[in-house]
């Protein structure tokens, strides 16, 4: 891949269909991200794919590009309840974001597109189905129910891809995906994208992939060097009034605030708000419609301060988040990594800010093994515990509670463990 690092092509060197390069242009993206200067070529040459990249790098357009010109230079129609492509994704979040971005990379080339996930009626979805789809994307419990009812048909579909794999084996998807793949022609072209490889993931890679090629972004690093973190420690019972009184620089244009569990993100977004800081609060036990708006708003910019748990927060797609607000340290070390990530994005600078509590002091430590770095320590602040500083308390063990499986969870399974 060296002939490609060292002189990143533009889109037109990448000899993509002019149709997406005018909607390319339109979206004001001119030159590839390292991951797309990568994966394009090898994607248009019809390889199967592994890539080692997670949200924020450019990986959806990485994949759909190419797809998208290698369906508009080859059109089939796909017949009644299929779907020439599936995209499998862990969160409603992320598989309407991949769809709104089918909508806008494709839009010059009339391709059809759905999306289909659990928690809303599938009536339109049977309906968008019933005529067959260039694109389905979808997420995996819900693909299998309406495979089940016989609405969806996998037969035609020679190009698939699995977005975030390593989250999506993290929520227990791991065998619909194998019973959606074994509906699949053995002939398809199937792309694996994972932030993270842990075992499971080499070994369903090893039996989905045929001889893959490999590309490898690391943004830890390279994300993690742009923001500017720092960890305060303080209390339990004061985090509230030193996240209130953070919110409310005039510095933070548009924050994420991270909390452990749906019933803290409540909590805080309701503190907030009643504080003068609107806030909205977004996880699993909110409705669809409740997470939509919540997330219209942030994006909109209506609501300056979004808080979130682990999973809901994941392949959440918003520009100029200004600041990230861990309310609860991270009990899984590269959920720290993922979270930091959510600011910072498309080369801009962010800040990340971590409440330490004393009971917490743990993870923080193994968050830094993770990042192989310090996080500087900022002190001057009212709410300041030397305590928690000095702690060397055992973290309560985490029961699963993020929904992250207990294969995972754990403060000291740091990346070098695995
Ligand atoms: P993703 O990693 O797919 O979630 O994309 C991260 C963000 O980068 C999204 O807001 C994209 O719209 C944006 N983006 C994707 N490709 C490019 C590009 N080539 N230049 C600038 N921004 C991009």
């Known amino acids: ?94 598989a309407s974001q991949i769809d709104q971005s089918i909508a806008a990379y494709g839009q010059n080339l009339g391709m059809s597109h759905t999306v289909v996930f659990g928690g809303v009626s599938q009536f339109h979805q049977v309906r968008a189905m019933s005529r067959g789809v260039d694109f389905l994307v979808a997420t995996p419990g819900r693909l299998l129910d309406l495979t089940g009812q016989g609405h969806i048909d996998l037969g035609a579909t020679h190009i698939l891809v699995l977005d975030e794999a390593d989250q999506m084996l993290d929520m227990g998807f791991v065998k619909p995906i194998r019973q959606a793949v074994a509906m699949m022609p053995t002939d398809r072209q199937t792309l694996l994208f994972s932030a993270t490889m842990p075992p499971a993931i080499a070994t369903l890679a090893a039996s989905l992939l045929r001889n893959p090629e490999r590309v490898e972004i690391t943004p830890p690093a390279t994300t993690v060097a742009r923001i500017g973190q720092s960890v305060m420690f303080t209390d339990a019972q004061n985090k509230l009034t030193l996240l209130q009184m953070l919110v409310k620089s005039k510095d933070v244009t548009r924050a994420m605030v991270f909390t452990l569990t749906k019933s803290t993100a409540n909590k805080v977004a309701d503190a907030l708000t009643a504080a003068g800081q609107p806030a909205e609060a977004i996880h699993g036990n909110k409705s669809q419609g409740q997470r939509e708006r919540a997330l219209a708003g942030f994006k909109s910019g209506a609501v300056r301060v979004l808080v979130a748990t682990d999973l809901a927060s994941r392949g ?90 207990g294969n995972r969870g754990g403060p000291s399974q740091g990346r070098g463990r695995r």
């Not at 968050?367 to 515990?385: F, L, N, W």
């Not at 305590?387 to 973290?395: H, I, Q, V, W």
């Open 1 to 94: 891949m060296s002939h490609i690092s060292t002189v990143t092509p533009t889109f037109a060197e990448l000899a993509l269909n002019p149709k997406l390069l005018e909607a390319l242009a339109q979206q004001g993206y001119t030159t590839p991200t390292p991951i797309q200067a990568q994966a394009i070529p090898v994607l248009l040459g019809g390889r199967d794919l592994l890539g080692l990249a997670q949200t924020g790098t450019g990986k959806t357009a990485a994949f759909l590009l190419p797809i998208l010109h290698r369906l508009a230079a080859n059109p089939r129609p796909a017949p009644p309840r299929c779907a020439n492509v599936l995209i499998l994704a862990p969160t409603r979040e992320l």
């Open 316 to 405: 959440i797609d918003v520009d100029d988040v200004s600041h990230v607000f861990n309310f609860d340290m991270p009990n899984i070390a590269e959920s720290y990594v993922h979270r930091i990530g959510r600011t910072a994005r498309a080369g801009r600078d962010g800040l990340a800010v971590s409440l330490c509590e004393p009971e917490h002091r743990a993870w923080l430590a193994a968050i830094e093994r993770t990042i192989g770095q310090k996080v500087p320590v900022m002190m001057d602040h009212p709410y300041h515990s030397e305590a928690a500083r000095l702690s060397t308390m055992k973290p309560p063990v985490m029961g699963g509670g993020g929904n992250r499986g």
